[in-house]
């Protein structure tokens, strides 16, 4: 019995120190996450003006929002968004990546060049932005020589959105192709090319079936990125013009705080993830039986 116990005693010692050393992560991943999705599903239903009393409605707000067509409309400005964005970004982040993976003077400077966009508040950029949109005295409009109206036109506020958004992600997009293209060994690409795999051969049939991991993950936070754009449209359009670029942020927004119906919110809030959370799991098994991890 003795024995026992002096066994057991360094390993219970061992697991309360590895707790410790746990627990400040544990607290921030608590208060931080775990908290806030409690409080969203708890406010999901009941009502509350954020000034009165706050009562419980059940299933109120979920069937209020579930039939709320301008719910639905942001939900599709949203998808129109990501089909925007999310493409070219990885596009551009990889023709960018390639360029800069090559070894030379300057490569460090120019990554930090490309990725200063992303690093920028994004309210400030949006009013960068606008002035560069603007219709009279714009940058863009002076270099065309022509009036357009880039942000009031529902044509084209959306894909003008969907531009400022891609100009800020190429870099940061682009500094994870550039650690995956160069994790490839050297040997592998050398290998092609004795086998001729050489210029656009060389991109389909060794780099890109390599960067796969790269790709899964540039993939998965670029829709959550497009999924959560709030600062560049609120500061650019405003959800406008009628509502062509309400996205669901914007929504959950006006919802919020204009409207003063949290709860409904909430219900918004829900809905998105369970949107995102489908997205990403669906991402997940397009590239799980496609992906390899080992060289």
Known sequence: MDRTVRRGSP?????????????PSLIG???????????????????????GPIRFTG??????????????????????????VVPVQTALGFAVAAVLARRGRGGTVLRVVYALPWMCAPVAVGVVWQWVFAPTGGALNAALGRRVEWLSSPALALPAVAAVIVWMNVGYVALFFVAGIRAIPAEILDAGAL??????????????????????FVLVTGVLSVFQTFDAVYALTRGGPDHHTDVVAMRMYSEAFEAAHPGRAAVMAVVVFAVMFTITVAQHRYFRDRTSYEY
């Open 11 to 23: 390993r219970r010692g061992q697991a309360a120190v590895g707790y410790a050393l746990l627990l």
């Open 29 to 51: 991943v608590g208060c931080f996450l775990l908290m806030p999705i409690a409080v969203v599903l708890w406010l999901s239903v009941h009502s509350w003006n954020l000034l």
């Open 195 to 216: 086998d001729g795999a050489t210029g656009w051969r060389r991109i389909r049939w060794l780099i890109l079936p390599l960067l796969r991991p790269t790709m899964f």
């Open 59 to 84: 299933l109120e707000n979920w069937r209020s929002v579930l039939g709320d067509r301008r719910f639905g409309h942001s939900l599709l400005v949203t998808s129109a968004l990501t089909a925007l």
